[in-house]
C-alpha cells in the first residue's frame, strides 16, 4: 500500500526547526522610550492632524531593556489579534511567530486570534486561534497560505463598528496589520477610530511589500524585497549566462514593481544585466515609447558591430504607466471602465490618446482592457510590456535595415515566484523581529504605531527595536476629488549617490559583458546572511565589473572522491559485460589529443566536463560549437584554465552554437577530425545530440559521448549532466507558485516546463503539484482539455479555485493537432480567442537562427489556458477561473550546478578523457549515482538505438506520484523543495528519480 503524500520537503522541516536570531534588546522585557532624537518634517501636518485628532502629535519610540526587570514574570495574560492584507511576501509566517512567541513569553495563557482572508476576516468575524501546533507548521515558511490574506479596506462605518464590535467581544488588547502602505495607511484610520470610540483594542503595524516602496528615514527596508530579488537576481543571472553561453538571443525580462523600480534597480545591479529601464527616470524626463524602443535598438546595433547579438533587458512591470503618453492612456481607459461601462467604447478617449491605442498591438490594446483591480486600476502584472517592447524594436531594427537573423528575442516575466520563496535568513530574522517589536509596542500601550526595526547593516544581535507612528509617514494626496491621507511610497531617487553610481556604471554594461551570476538564496555557508544593496550599497569596484557578490568565492564544492576514483592514471576502462568499467593497471602510453564539443543547449555542470577531461590529460581543443569544430578553428584549454570556470553554470570557456547542426555534416566532422590529428572527439548533447552521433560513429570511429541534458531526456540514463540541478531549481520555483496559489486562493498556474514528461514529472513528484499533462497519454488536443478541464472543475467543487498544472514541452510535438500545426504553421481561425491564435501564429513564424520553430516560443501553456476556458464555459462552470501562465524552460539552462552536477560533470569528463586514453571509441560515458558518493558506479557503453530522439519517459521511476494523481488533484499536499544548496546538509541532497 503506498502511503500518503508528503506536506513538508525535508528542506520545510529543517526551516521549520530553524531559529531565527533575536536582537538583544528584545530579549528581556521593554519599555517604549521617546526618541528625542527622530524629528519629523511633515508636509500635511494641518491636514492630517485634522484627519487624526486623537492619534495625531505622537512621537517616534525606541524600545529599550526595562530598568530592574529581567523576565516576565507577573505578567497578564495578553490577547492579541492579527491579520495579513495585500500581495504575499517572504516572511510574513514569521511576523506572526514573533508576535504569538512575544505573548506567549509574557503569560503562557496569552492568546493570538488570526483573522482570516486579510481585513474582510475581521470585519465579517472570521477568525482562528493560533495553537502552538499550528504556528509551528509555518517558522520560516514562505507566503500567506497560514491565514490567507486579502485586499479589502476597512473603510465604511459599517465595517468599521463590525471591527470594533469584534475586537470587543474578543477582548483584545491589540491587532496588528501586517501589510504595506495602502494596508498600514487604512490601520492608522481603524487606531483613529477605535480611539475615537473609546475601544482599547490598540492597533500596531509591520512594513510588508516586496517591492520595497515602503522605505523612508524611519524604515530601511519593506519585508519580503530581499527575498524576491534574491530570486530574480538568480534567474536573471542565469539568463545573463545562457544569453553569453549561447550568444543567440535577447533576453526581455519584466519584474514586479508597479509603482518603483526598486526591484530592477537591485537586480540590474546584482547582474550588472545589459539595460535596465527605471520606470521613474523614464517619468521625469518624459520619454516616448518610441525613444525606449530606439534605446534598445542602438544598444542592439552597438554589440552586433562587437559580434555580441545576444544581452539582457530589465524591465519593471509598472513601466508602460510610467511613460506619459501611454500613462494618460490608461488613465483615460480607467475612468471610462470606471463608469460602470460593460463595454470599452474607443471613441471616448482624446484624440492622442486614441492615437496610441491604435498604434499598440492588438494584444497589447486587450490586455489594457482587462479586469481592474479592487482599486479600480489596471492589473500591469498581467500587461506584457517586454512583448510591446520586443514588437516594436523588431519593427525599429526592421526600419533601420538590420539583419532580421541578428536579432532573436525572447521573453520573460518573474513575478509571482518571488512572492511565496522560503524566506532568506534576512527576511526570516528581520520578520521575527518585527513581529516581536509589535507585540511589545501593544504591550506598551501605543496605538497607531508601525513596528520598526533599524540597524539593520550590522549583525542581527545588534538591531534596534523601535515604533512609529504612521501619521508622520504619511502626505495627502488628491484622489477621486478628495484629500486622502496615504504613506508616501518610497520611489527609485534620482539624485542620490547610490543611483548616481549606477549610471556611471550602466553605460558599459550595454556593450561590455560585465555580467555577474548570484546563486540561489542559501541558508548556511557563506553566502547565507549576505543582503541586499538597498542595505549595503556597492562599492564602485562591483558596479565597475572587477569584483563579484560578497562571499561568492568562497563557497566551496567536494568533488574529491571522483578525482579519488578516476583522477588516478593508472585507471582505465576495460571490457565489464556489455558495456566497460573503471578498472586499475597500466594505462596507454601514448597521451591522447582530444577534441571537445558541446552541441546545443547548455546545461549546468557542462563546465566540470571540461574540468575532467583537463584533469586526466592536460589538455584539449575545445570548439566554439560545431561552426567551430566545422572549420577546424578550436582553442587548446588547459587544467589551470578550465578550472577557472569549473562549478560555474553556463559554457563560458568556448560557448556553443546553435546555427549548425550535426546531421549531414559527418563527412565533414571526420576530415577535420583526420586533420587536426584528434585521438577522440567528445561531443557533449542531448538524445537528439545523442543519436547524430550514433551515425557519426559509422564515419568517425573515435567519438566519446557525454550525455547532458537539463531536461533528462536521454534515454536509458536515470541522471544526465545538468538535471539534477534543472529539476530542483523548477521544483523550487513550482513550489514557490504553490505556496503563492494556496495564499491567494484564486489562481490557476499553467506551467510549461521544457522537455519532455521526464522533467515535469519530477518536478511534479518533488511539489505534489494538482496535475501533469502527460503527452503520452493523450491522443488528441482534446482528451488534453477535458483532463486540464475536469481537474479544475473538481477542484472547485470543493471550494477551491486554485491550484497547478504543469505542461511538458513535449506537447507540442506528441499531441497529433498540436504536431501538426507546428508543421503546417497553420492555426486555425476559430481554435481559441484571436489573440492568443495570433500569438502562437506568431511564435511559428519566428525561427531560431538555425531556421528551426523553436518549442520555448510556443505559446503553449496560453493557449491551454484559453481553450479550458471554453471548455469550462460549454460546461456551464460555476467556478471561478483565473489562469496565470508560466514558462520555465530558460531560466536553468546556464544555473551553477548543484553539488550533484558539479561531480556528474566531473565524473563524465574524466571517462570521456579515460575512453580516449584507453582507446575505448563509440561508447556513452556512464555514471550511476547513489545517496552515498562511495557508491556511485562509473562506466562506459557502446552507443546504440537506446539514444532515440526523443526519449520515452519512464513512468515507473514516477509511480509513487502517478499513484497519487487522484488525491492530489483534490487536496492540497504541496511541497516546496527549496532553493538548491551548495553548503550544509542539503547541498548533496539526490533526486529521488535518478537514484
Known sequence: MIAEPATCSPMQAMRRAWKPVLPEALRAPVVAETDESVSPVVKDAAVLAEKFPNTWGQKFVKLVNAPNKKTFAGHEPLRVGVVLSGGQAAGGHNV???????????????????FKNGPHGIFTHNYVEITPEYMDQYR???????????????????????????????????????????????????????????????????????????????????????TAVKVYSELVGNLCKDAATNKDRYHFVRLMGRSATNIGLEVAIQTRANLLFVGEEVQAEKRSLMSICAEVADMVEARHKLGKDY??????????????????LISEINDILGDGSSVFDKTKLCPHSLAVFEELPEAI????????????????????????????????????????????????????????????????????????????LIDNGVTGYMAVVRGLHKPCSEWVPAGCPVTIMMNVERRKGYDVPVIRKYLVELDSPFYQAYKLARDAWKTQDCYNYPRAIQFEGPLADVTNFMIEVPAADYLAGRTGLRGADEVHVDTDFVMKALGQPEAHLGASGDGFAVTGGAAADEAAKVGVVLVGSPAPGVADVLCGVTARLGDCVVFEGLEELLQGQGKTVDAVAAQKHAHEGGFAVAGTSRRTQLPGNEKAVAEVVKKMGLSALVVLGDSTVGQ????????????????????????????????????????????????DAASASKYWYF???????????????????????????HTSLSSAVKYLADLVERRAEGGKNFGCVLLPESCLCRIPELAEMKKTKIVPAELAPAAVVESFRAALNKTTPSGAVDNSELPLDQLLAALVAQELKGRAFKGKYAPVCYYMGLQARAAWPSPTDC?????????????????????????????????WKFGARKIGSQLEACATTDFDEYETYLAHQQTLAKNDFYCNPGPVQFSGEFSRLSLPGTQ
Open 140 to 226: 520560516n515558511m514562505g507566503g500567506f497560505d497560514m491565514i490567507c490574506s486579502g485586499r479589502h479596506k476597512i473603510e465604511t462605518e459599517e465595517q468599521k463598528k463590525a471591527s470594533m464590535e469584534i475586537c470587543v467581544n474578543l477582548d483584545l488588547h491589540g491587532i496588528v496589520i501586517i501589510g504595506g502602505d495602502d494596508s498600514n495607511t487604512n490601520g492608522a484610520i481603524l487606531a483613529e477610530y477605535f480611539k475615537a470610540n473609546g475601544c482599547k483594542t490598540l492597533v500596531a503595524g509591520a512594513p510588508k511589500t516586496i517591492d520595497g516602496d515602503l522605505k523612508n528615514e524611519y524604515i530601511e527596508i519593506s519585508f519580503g524585497f530581499d
Open 311 to 328: 544581452g539582457v533587458v530589465l524591465l519593471p512591470e509598472g513601466l508602460i504607466e510610467f511613460i506619459p503618453e501611454v500613462g494618460a
Open 365 to 440: 490594446r486587450g490586455e489594457l482592457l482587462l479586469e481592474r483591480d479592487s482599486h479600480g486600476n489596471v492589473q500591469v502584472a498581467k500587461i506584457a510590456t517586454e512583448r510591446l517592447l520586443i514588437l516594436m524594436t523588431t519593427a525599429e531594427l526592421k526600419r533601420r535595415g538590420f539583419p532580421e537573423q541578428c536579432f532573436f528575442p525572447h521573453d520573460h516575466y518573474f513575478g509571482y515566484e518571488g512572492r511565496c520563496a522560503m524566506p532568506s535568513n534576512f527576511d526570516s530574522n528581520y520578520c521575527y523581529a518585527l513581529g516581536h517589536t509589535a507585540g511589545a
Open 96 to 114: 506572526i511567530a514573533g508576535i504569538f512567541d512575544y505573548v506567549k513569553q509574557c503569560h503562557a495563557g496569552s492568546k493570538l486570534i488570526g
Open 751 to 777: 506551467v510549461k516546463v521544457r522537455g519532455g514528461s521526464r522533467l515535469a514529472l519530477e518536478v511534479a513528484a518533488q511539489t505534489n503539484v494538482n496535475g501533469v499533462l502527460c503527452a503520452e497519454k
Open 692 to 739: 547524430a552521433v550514433g551515425a557519426l560513429c559509422a564515419v568517425v570511429s573515435n567519438v566519446v559521448f557525454v550525455p547532458v541534458s537539463g531536461a533528462g531526456n536521454v534515454a536509458g540514463v536515470r541522471g544526465p549532466v545538468g538535471f539534477d540541478t534543472t529539476a530542483k531549481t523548477y521544483a523550487s520555483l513550482v513550489g514557490n507558485l504553490l505556496t
Open 903 to 935: 561531480s556528474l560533470g566531473l565524473a563524465h569528463g574524466c571517462l570521456a578523457a579515460m575512453a580516449a586514453q584507453s582507446k575505448v571509441y563509440g561508447v556513452m560515458t556512464t555514471v550511476a549515482t547513489a545517496a552515498s558518493s562511495e557508491n
